[in-house]
Nanobody
Framework: QVQLVESGGGLVQAGGSLRLSCAAS????????MAWFRQAPGKERDVVAG????????YDANSVKGRFTISRDNAKNAVYLQMNSLKTGDTGVYYC????????????????????WGQGTQVTVPS
């Protein structure tokens, strides 16, 4: 089991940058694939980026390719989302999520894969 706590959200002008962090507690963090999801007001919670247990494999949604970068530090039990060139469409609550994979190479693509969730952190990019 793993507990997740996000931080780093806030209000940023369009074109700016933010770095989200997700701190994990519990056992065997390196056995989990991790992902960031975003939920905009009135919309579904969709994956933004995912990373395999080792960090060697990543996935980026088309809407954030070239702007967002997911990374992880297994020694610190943490996963990050560097967000650059932010747009108003990036506004939403960002959630960290985990899926137990062991050493199987996988990146998270859907909500249903994730058993563990953080409480979310708000990112607002005003128009």
């Amino acid at each position: 089991q793993v507990q997740l706590v996000e931080s780093g959200g806030g209000l940023v002008q369009a074109g700016g940058s933010l770095r989200l962090s997700c701190a994990a507690s519990g056992r065997a963090f390196s056995s989990y694939a991790m992902a960031w999801f975003r939920q905009a007001p009135g919309k579904e919670r969709d994956v933004v980026a995912g990373i395999s247990w080792s960090g060697d494999n990543t996935y980026d949604a088309n809407s954030v390719k070239g702007r967002f970068t997911i990374s992880r530090d297994n020694a610190k039990n943490a996963v990050y989302l560097q967000m650059n060139s932010l747009k108003t469409g990036d506004t939403g609550v960002y959630y960290c999520a985990a899926r137990l994979t062991g050493t199987y190479i996988a990146t998270i693509r859907t909500r249903s894969e994730c058993r563990y969730w953080g409480q979310g952190t708000q990112v607002t990019v005003p128009s």
